[in-house]
């Protein structure tokens, strides 16, 4: 297994989510207890999903409208539960031809709710690319880790 090297250019996204996403995961292992319980796995678990989710989505900064959403939705969380439950209640399905595929892509890209499909296609793009991005970085981590 050949080790493949970290992001060097200090001012490129993929070494800025490297740097956040790694001191995001110290900060967790500091607090790690001596034996884990299935609760205290998840709630792990559920910390690296939203550090991960949080590091690119602040080295993006709201430029794209699914940062700006990403971190809005991480820091009103609870907020957001409520709100999501008022909305599905008052919602009514259309029956548009193609209206099932943009609203499942509007519920995927964050703050896509509100964005005209044009809009919601282009940020999708770069939502897109940004995740693979945030992959190829977690497999680095993993790779450097298990050697």
Known sequence: MTMQKFPSNVNSVKS??????LQALKKMNKNKPASPSIRETY????????ASYASMAS????RR???YATLWKIRNRALMKRSSRARSLTRNPRKDIGFEQVSDLRKL?????????CRLLNETIHY?????AQVEIMRNI???CST
């Open 16 to 21: 800025r989510f490297t740097n956040r996403f």
């Open 43 to 50: 709630r792990r678990y559920h910390f690296i999903r939203v």
């Open 59 to 62: 080295v993006i900064r709201p």
């Open 65 to 67: 409208a699914w940062s």
């Open 109 to 117: 890209v964050p703050g896509g709710e509100e964005m005209k499909i």
């Open 128 to 132: 897109i690319k940004c995740l693979e």
């Open 142 to 144: 993993v790779d450097h």
